[in-house]
Each structure stands twice: as structure tokens, then as C-alpha cells.
């Protein structure tokens, strides 16, 4: 009951909080360029300054974990391959396949890890999260820009990857922040702690604006691929990566961490690369809002069934 309760406590603010959202929304508070505007602000100011102040925050020595950070790496990249034969397998469509591809595999590890990190073992272990953010992010987005440009029939564009990979928000402030730390900068009090006021503002905006970019009108369009992408986004790929992990010996927070890795949902710039790439945005944003919707469920089971096993 103990580990119910637990996991029940972590889930449901996200849940409540994505429900304000998307109720905002209905009643007409948010229209699209606000949610356009206010994604755009929260991905390249509120959310880099989070993962700034939580990675400055960190001792890096008790949270820095290399062989972590390749297994992680490596795990999403053998993930990526796996998925890449099977996709096309599955699917026809072109257009389609690289939308697929990417909500299988694309975690929102930012908006969720975090504060799932930090709801199950306190804001001094977030470090660890954090860090693996400046790792796993930019592998995202690069293995997004092959699925999706080898499903168009073009060519990746490698210095565009790179340049798209140094110029983003999140990968600089992590930067920023493993600087400060390396190099013991103190930041005066007062920026400390404007830093810190601002950074508590990201996690609820996101998921509440999250929840208002929820539709539900193109379900039969796409209720094929949306049941593979759901099913396999928060149930197969937890399924198969979570034993991967436990055998290598993680647990803890590690374990929570990698778990967030694999059974988050669908990363929200999914959608928004999709509609750069000529891929099936329609599609990719579906994605995003069903399995937004449905980890709510799924992630309380597996942080239930790793607590009750003793492994988190």
C-alpha cells in the first residue's frame, strides 16, 4: 500500500497538472499562438534555466557516473537501430514511417525526469537526471534528424545536425552549468536566487501547456499508428529496456532515471521537427498527446512495480 500511495503521489500532480491545461484551453484561455509562443519561451528560457540550476546545483562527484552515461547512450542508439528495421516493417507509408520511428523511440525526458526524480528521492539526486539530459537530448535529436530525413528520401545534412545540436537551448545551459561546476564558479546570492525563483516556473508551465495542445479529432485518422506508438512508447520499450538495465546492475536513482529514459512519452519537438522535415506532423502530434496521456497510467505502474521489487 506504502508503494502504491508513492507512486500515486508522484504521478498525479503531472496528470492534474496536464488537465488544467488542456481544461484552460477548452474554455478558450489559450488559442494556438499563445501555446505557440509560450512553448517557444519555455523551451529556450524557462526550461534551459532549470537545468541549469539543477545540474549547479549538484555534487558533481556524487552524481557523475560515466559508465551510466555511455550505457544510457548506448542503450538509446541500439534502440534506435532495433526500431529502424521493425518501422518499416509495420508501416508503408514513408511519411508516416519517420513520424513512427521517432515517437517510439523520442523521450520527453526533460518536462518528466526532473520532477519524477525528484518526487522519489529528493532535489539534492535531480544531479543525475540532469546530467544525463546533456547526453541523451542531443542523441534524440540527432538519430529524429536521420529517421526523418532517410524517410523523405534525402541525405542528412551532418553540419546542420551539428550546428542544430550546439545551438540548443537545453545542451548549453547543460554546458553552462558542468562549466560552473568543474570550475567552482559561486554565483552571487541575488542571481542565485532569481535563478532559482525562474527555474521553478518551468516543470508546471510545460505540462500545462502540455495538456493544452491535447486533440482528440483525428483518432480514427490515424487510430492504427497511434496504438502501435502507444503501446509500444509506454509499454514494450519499458518492457524490454527496464530488464536490460537491472541485469547491468542499476538501481536506485539510476534505474529511476534510465526508467524515465525509456518510458517517458513522446517528446513535444517531435511535432515540431516532423512539420520541418515533411514528415506526418498530423500524426507526430498525435503521438504526443496520446502518449502523454496514457504514461499517466503507465509510469505510475512501472514506478509501482520497481518500488515493489525493491530496485528504486
Same mark, same amino acid.
Given at each position: 500500500?506504502?508503494?502504491?500511495? /508513492?507512486?500515486?503521489? &508522484? +504521478?498525479? *500532480? =503531472? #496528470?492534474?497538472?496536464? $488537465?488544467?491545461?488542456? !481544461?484552460?484551453?477548452?474554455?478558450?484561455?489559450?488559442?494556438?499562438?499563445?501555446?505557440?509562443?509560450?512553448?517557444?519561451?519555455?523551451?529556450?528560457?524557462?526550461?534551459?534555466?532549470?537545468?541549469?540550476?539543477?545540474?549547479?546545483?549538484?555534487?558533481?562527484?556524487?552524481?557523475?557516473?560515466?559508465?551510466?552515461?555511455?550505457?544510457?547512450?548506448?542503450?538509446?542508439?541500439?534502440?534506435?537501430?532495433?526500431?529502424?528495421?521493425?518501422?518499416?516493417?509495420?508501416?508503408?507509408?514513408?511519411?508516416?514511417?519517420?513520424?513512427?520511428?521517432?515517437?517510439?523511440?523520442?523521450?520527453?525526458?526533460?518536462?518528466?525526469?526532473?520532477?519524477?526524480?525528484?518526487?522519489?528521492?529528493?532535489?539534492?539526486?535531480?544531479?543525475?537526471?540532469? /546530467?544525463?539530459?546533456? &547526453? +541523451?537530448? *542531443? =542523441? #534524440?535529436?540527432?538519430? $529524429?534528424?536521420?529517421? !526523418?530525413?532517410?524517410?523523405?528520401?534525402?541525405?542528412?545534412?551532418?553540419?546542420?545536425?551539428?550546428?542544430?545540436?550546439?545551438?540548443?537551448?537545453?545542451?548549453?545551459?547543460?554546458?553552462?552549468?558542468?562549466?560552473?561546476?568543474?570550475?567552482?564558479?559561486?554565483?552571487?546570492?541575488?542571481?542565485?536566487?532569481?535563478?532559482?525563483?525562474?527555474?521553478?516556473?518551468?516543470?508546471?508551465?510545460?505540462?500545462?501547456?502540455?495538456?493544452?495542445?491535447?486533440?482528440?479529432?483525428?483518432?480514427?485518422?490515424?487510430?492504427?499508428?497511434?496504438?502501435?506508438?502507444?503501446?509500444?512508447?509506454?509499454?514494450?520499450?519499458?518492457?524490454?529496456?527496464?530488464?536490460?538495465?537491472?541485469?547491468?546492475?542499476?538501481?536506485?536513482?539510476?534505474?529511476?532515471?534510465?526508467?524515465? +529514459?525509456?518510458?517517458?512519452?513522446?517528446?513535444? $519537438?517531435?511535432?515540431?521537427?516532423?512539420?520541418?522535415?515533411?514528415?506526418?506532423?498530423?500524426?507526430?502530434?498525435?503521438?504526443?498527446?496520446?502518449?502523454?496521456?496514457?504514461?499517466?497510467?503507465?509510469?505510475?505502474?512501472?514506478?509501482?512495480?520497481?518500488?515493489?521489487?525493491?530496485?528504486?
Amino acid at each position: 500500500m506504502e508503494n502504491i500511495i /508513492l507512486s500515486f503521489n &508522484v +504521478v498525479l *500532480p =503531472l #496528470f492534474l497538472t496536464m $488537465s488544467l491545461g488542456y !481544461l484552460l484551453k477548452h474554455l478558450n484561455m489559450f488559442n494556438n499562438d499563445t501555446l505557440d509562443t509560450m512553448n517557444n519561451v519555455t523551451f529556450k528560457s524557462f526550461l534551459p534555466i532549470l537545468l541549469f540550476y539543477n545540474i549547479y546545483k549538484t555534487d558533481l562527484k556524487g552524481v557523475f557516473n560515466l559508465k551510466l552515461i555511455i550505457f544510457a547512450a548506448t542503450s538509446v542508439i541500439a534502440l534506435y537501430l532495433l526500431l529502424y528495421l521493425i518501422v518499416p516493417l509495420i508501416e508503408k507509408d514513408n511519411k508516416k514511417r519517420g513520424a513512427l520511428l521517432q515517437g517510439l523511440f523520442r523521450s520527453n525526458f526533460v518536462i518528466f525526469g526532473i520532477p519524477i526524480i525528484e518526487s522519489l528521492f529528493g532535489s539534492e539526486k535531480v544531479g543525475v537526471a540532469a /546530467l544525463l539530459v546533456a &547526453v +541523451v537530448v *542531443p =542523441l #534524440f535529436n540527432v538519430l $529524429s534528424v536521420f529517421a !526523418l530525413e532517410t524517410f523523405r528520401g534525402g541525405k542528412p545534412n551532418f553540419k546542420k545536425i551539428f550546428t542544430g545540436v550546439i545551438k540548443n537551448p537545453l545542451i548549453i545551459a547543460s554546458a553552462l552549468g558542468i562549466l560552473t561546476l568543474i570550475l567552482k564558479i559561486k554565483i552571487p546570492t541575488p542571481i542565485e536566487k532569481t535563478i532559482s525563483d525562474i527555474s521553478k516556473i518551468a516543470t508546471p508551465l510545460s505540462l500545462l501547456l502540455l495538456g493544452a495542445t491535447f486533440k482528440f479529432d483525428e483518432i480514427k485518422k490515424y487510430r492504427k499508428q497511434t496504438t502501435i506508438a502507444v503501446l509500444g512508447k509506454t509499454i514494450l520499450v519499458p518492457l524490454i529496456m527496464l530488464p536490460i538495465c537491472i541485469i547491468f546492475g542499476y538501481r536506485g536513482v539510476e534505474l529511476a532515471t534510465l526508467m524515465i +529514459v525509456f518510458a517517458a512519452p513522446t517528446a513535444v $519537438s517531435s511535432f515540431t521537427m516532423a512539420q520541418q522535415m515533411d514528415s506526418d506532423s498530423e500524426l507526430a502530434g498525435q503521438i504526443v498527446v496520446f502518449t502523454s496521456a496514457f504514461c499517466v497510467v503507465t509510469v505510475f505502474l512501472w514506478i509501482f512495480i520497481l518500488k515493489q521489487i525493491s530496485l528504486i
